[in-house]
């Protein structure tokens, strides 16, 4: 066991304790648990935006995928960044000036329904548990190879600490975690790349000129198709991935945590060189550890690659780098974990509770005591699923998660603040045929089936070659929002100057309750 | 605070909507996000729709780099660029919105 490592995880554990112990006696009401009280600055809420987006996913995921099949590995990276426009064009300021404290607020805002609200719910609370289960079997994998601990203890132990963040320090400590980690990822991210630049005396040619013969791949380490040879499914990914992220509850629910538009503008701003700068490091981490690690020691390793960043930092700095860089990301798979709490314990508590079951008729106490059992009643969820699924091949999880939430929110999102025609029908076919069209495509995928025993979750033929859906679910989310709304004759226009005004001038109703 | 939209009720919103001001800034930002957005979903798909059908971004620019790589960097550049030129014009609409709410109040006052 590395010691340098374990006290840097302890140390890690500590802080955070601190941070969820001072946050706790700043978050007394429902506004200070769900949004920190709104009172993140564009600088605070960009740094956090950045550590509750990327993930060890990413940060070990991408290093691996570039350390070992070269250009393809990039493709994620462009895509996690890219899709910041569409947040920045289309979602972040609308989001902000219509919802409270949760993306079912914003239909809500236009479609006052319940039905609309619940299905807005299921998809916030589908989307996050999916994506957390990904992350939870990821950090158990991880945790096992940096500290030798069982894969059940480590994932017992980020299912505790994800848990006393969001109960006892809501959006407050949540943050201040994410802000933390986004700092530590940067700064050793850039560590290291600084070192592997420098060993190619910071020339960008001789370290492309050296890669040419540095992996079993050769020239073609350098050109794309390795890892992607089928075009639709890499158009595919490359959709989910694009607009996803303008989809997903716990990116959409930190525009709460500012208090106006301009705010939230300027935050993703932040939140988009920080992000832009973390992937275009990636290069650095995926070649370094191609070029000063092998590909056969990160093999060994790990199948998929996950172990090139650490793996890497070792070569480079010794017991030390490495004991860091496996403490950044432990901070960053309990940065993201808390994030998806708390965006699926709102939708429980917020939506299902407070509006459906007890139809807004509940008093701020009881709110309070429905996040915090909300909170507590997903992490347990999402810890067993997590057990249960040691064994299997989840990465997929992560692209599936983008695919629903382009396919079921983003639709819906747009014709809520663009299409006056829109109505509540076109809003419920939207989010379920988006929804169940991704998760019932996966389910026919390669990601599922496959010949080979071993290499998926069942064995036997997939009836698509498609791994990912987002290409077909991503026209039909978009197809059936607009086909339910043209044909049923219910109009729900008059809400919709409401809405407009709200969208580009601000919210009124909110600023008087949140005082 | 007091917020000069707070009083406003169904009847005005709709009023409000439909006025020339509104309505400029409403089609302003539609005229410029929908072609800043139609032209990054084109640059941004060129990627991987050459990369996956074609070769020609394999040739090299400049010893091992080939404009895969170029263009892959492009895509941050743009993005960046683009992030900038949209605060730049958001502050426009701000502005805009501005002397929409002090109209507003304005027609309030004199109402009452």
């Known amino acids: 066991m590395n010691y340098t490592a374990f006290g840097l995880f302890l140390l890690i554990i500590l802080a955070t304790l601190v941070i969820t112990y001072y946050a706790a006696r700043r978050t007394k009401t429902t506004s200070e648990f769900y949004t920190a009280g709104s009172s993140l600055t564009g600088w605070q809420n960009g740094l956090a935006i950045a550590g509750d987006y990327m993930s060890a996913a990413s940060f070990l995921g991408i290093a691996g995928m570039i350390a070992l099949t070269g250009f393809d590995g990039f493709f994620y990276s462009i895509g996690f960044l890219v899709a910041y426009l569409v947040v920045l064009y289309i979602v972040a300021e609308p989001i902000r000036n219509l919802g409270k404290y949760t993306m079912a607020d914003m239909i809500a805002a236009r479609f006052d329904e319940k039905k609309v609200r619940g299905v807005a719910a299921l998809n916030s609370v589908a989307i996050s548990i999916v994506y957390m289960i990904a992350q939870l079997v990821g950090a158990g994998a991880l945790i096992k190879l940096l500290l030798n601990l069982e894969y059940s203890t480590a994932v017992l132990i980020v299912g505790v600490l994800m848990t006393i963040y969001v109960v006892f320090g809501g959006m407050t400590a949540t943050s201040w975690v994410q802000i933390i980690k986004a700092v530590l990822l940067m700064a050793g991210t850039l560590l290291i790349s600084l070192i592997v630049f420098a060993k190619f005396d910071f020339s960008l040619l001789k370290m492309f000129a050296h890669m040419k013969t540095a992996t079993p791949l050769g020239e073609a380490f350098l050109n794309p198709g390795n890892k992607f040879n089928n075009g639709w499914d890499t158009l595919s990914l490359n959709l989910g991935l694009v607009l996803g992220t303008a989809g997903l509850p716990h990116i959409l629910i930190r525009f709460f945590t500012v208090r106006d538009a301009q705010t939230a503008r300027s935050s993703v701003v932040y939140a988009t060189w920080i992000i832009g700068i973390f992937y275009l490091m990636t290069i650095f981490l995926g070649f370094g550890a191609a070029a000063f690690v092998g590909t056969d020691t990160i093999k060994q390793a790990n199948e998929a690659g996950n172990m090139a960043a650490p793996l890497l930092a070792q070569a480079l700095g010794g017991d030390f780098l490495f004991a860091f860089i496996a403490a950044v990301a432990f901070a960053t798979i309990l940065a993201v974990v808390a994030g998806l709490v708390l965006s699926a314990a709102s939708a429980f508590a917020h939506d299902f509770y407070s509006h459906i079951i007890r139809r807004g008729n509940v008093t701020e106490q009881q709110q309070m005591k429905a996040a915090k059992w909300a909170s507590v009643g997903v992490a347990i969820i999402s810890v067993v699923l997590a057990l249960f699924a040691q064994k299997l091949n989840v990465a997929f999880l992560v692209g599936l998660a983008f695919a629903v939430a382009a396919s079921s929110n983003l639709p819906v999102i747009i014709y809520t603040i663009l299409w006056r025609r829109f109505n509540t029908t076109g809003a419920i076919w939207g989010m379920l045929v988006g929804l169940f069209s991704s998760l019932i495509l996966v389910c026919m995928s390669p990601n599922i089936w496959s010949t080979e025993p071993g290499k998926a979750i069942l064995v036997g033929t997939p009836l698509i070659s498609l791994t990912n859906p987002g290409i077909i679910s991503i026209p039909l989310g978009f197809l059936a929002a607009y086909l339910g709304t043209i044909f049923s004759a219910k109009q729900d226009d008059p809400k919709f100057n409401q809405v407009l005004v709200q969208v580009h001038l601000g919210n009124v109703d909110q600023k008087e309750s949140s005082v | ?112």
Do not use: H
């Open chain 2, 1 to 112: 605070m007091n917020d000069p939209l707070q009083s406003v009720k169904q009847r005005d919103v709709d009023k409000l909507v439909a006025t020339e001001q509104f309505q400029a800034l409403i089609k302003k930002k539609k005229n410029f996000i929908i072609s800043t957005s139609i032209f990054f979903f084109v640059f941004y798909f060129s990627l991987p729709i050459m990369t996956s059908f074609t070769d020609y971004l394999n040739y090299s620019i400049s010893g091992a780099l080939t404009f895969a790589w170029v263009f892959a960097f492009a895509q941050f550049v743009m993005t960046w660029v683009l992030c900038s030129l949209y605060t730049k014009k958001a502050k426009q609409f701000d502005q805009l919105v501005a002397e929409i709410k002090s109209s507003s109040v304005d027609k309030e006052e004199e109402s009452a």
